[in-house]
């Protein structure tokens, strides 16, 4: 036997970026944003603290610049720089349906 009724559920409908406060939903209704995250453990400077920072992706991309910027200047004078190219923090491509291995 099948019992209906009516129950609320709280969702989530929009995140908004912490950066710059826009709307991370898109015109087709999916919400597109990436997340800086952080969870300091035992020992560290921060132990205990953690960190969420939710941005649309021009910030995402802009902060990703910066984090490249920086570790070209904290390598430039090594003889066998680190590579920060444009796959620098990438972990897949074209990866449309998040089924990746």
């Not at 989530?12 to 453990?41: F, K, M, P």
């Not at 992706?57 to 802009?62: G, H, I, N, S, V």
């Not at 910027?69 to 090594?78: C, D, G, K, S």
């Amino acid at each position: 036997m099948k019992i209906t009724g009516r129950v609320e559920v709280e969702t989530v409908t929009d995140v908004r970026c912490d950066v710059c406060d826009s709307s991370t939903r898109l015109g087709s209704g999916n919400l597109e944003y990436g997340i800086l995250q952080a969870h300091w453990g035992y020992g560290a400077l921060h132990d205990g603290e953690r960190y969420e920072v939710h941005l649309c992706e021009t910030c995402f991309l802009a902060t990703l610049a910066y984090i490249k910027q920086v570790r070209r200047t904290a390598h430039m004078l090594e003889t066998d720089p680190r590579s920060s190219g444009d796959d620098f923090g990438r972990v897949s491509k074209d990866d449309f349906f998040r089924d990746s291995r």
